[in-house]
């Protein structure tokens, strides 16, 4: 089965509003998690590596005013998409480390700003 | 820098045609992994194998096949006798360093469609 967890799966908005992404690592600890973007037709692009306890690692041209990620336990990372624009209508995945075992990644979530 | 290439865009084969899916990567590290993974329609990322930059042994699943090249750079993936169900995109990915558990960087995919 899953073992990690993303919701909602899909959200649609209006232009500057915030959403938020929840990603949970159903039956183990994760104190790094990591959040990728897909644009439809393309690759994986990693947005940041998120920290238990710290502040995330944000790849270069990501903007972390922008995508709020925040890491309070070892089981839930959140990522806020704030003021969100119809440019940031994507498909947003996280994974999470599960030790002796490949990355896990959530069902992505579908964003849609209008 | 670590970088993975996927040359091939778009594939189409009739069903039970064999097919290879080409997957070349840089990395400065001597220590790294390499994945692969089916993106089906629906989204979701399934994760297919994970092979160390140690460990150039080809392996076999069923109908599926890689071939690990470290003199060329090379990860190739290979379906068997194709089938509709095997239509998805594929990501060629890369992690440096000594586990498998830092961040993973994707290929840029293969779209393979299997026609009936």
């Known amino acids: 089965g899953a073992v990690v967890s993303q919701h909602p799966s899909w959200v649609i908005c209006k232009s500057g509003t915030s959403v938020k992404i929840e990603c949970r690592s159903l039956d183990f600890q994760a104190t790094t998690m990591f959040w990728y973007r897909q644009f439809p037709k393309q690759s994986l692009m990693l947005m940041a590596t998120?920290?238990?306890?710290?502040?995330?690692?944000?790849e270069q041209g990501v903007e972390k005013d922008k995508f709020l990620i925040n890491h309070a336990s070892l089981t839930l990372s959140t990522l806020t998409v704030t003021s969100a624009h119809p440019e940031d209508s994507s498909f947003y995945i996280c994974?999470?480390?599960?030790?002796?075992?490949?990355?896990?990644f959530g069902n992505g979530t579908r964003l849609t700003v209008t | 820098a670590q970088k993975v290439t996927q040359a091939q865009t778009e594939i189409s084969v009739v069903e039970k045609e064999d097919v290879t899916l080409d997957c070349v990567y840089e990395t400065r590290d001597t220590t790294y992994y390499l994945f692969w993974y089916k993106q089906p329609p629906s989204g979701e990322l399934v994760f297919l194998i994970r092979?160390?930059?140690?460990?150039?042994q080809n392996e076999i699943s069923g109908r599926y096949s890689w071939n690990f090249q470290k003199s060329t750079s090379s990860f190739n993936f290979t379906i068997t006798a194709s089938q509709v169900v095997d239509s998805a995109v594929y990501f060629c990915a890369l992690s440096e360093g000594e586990t498998s558990y830092d961040k993973v960087i994707f290929g840029p995919g293969t779209s393979l469609s299997v026609i009936p």
């Open positions: 998120s920290n238990e306890g710290s502040k995330a690692t944000y």
């Open positions: 994974s999470a480390r599960r030790p002796n075992s490949p990355l896990h």
């Open positions: 092979r160390n930059s140690f460990d150039e």
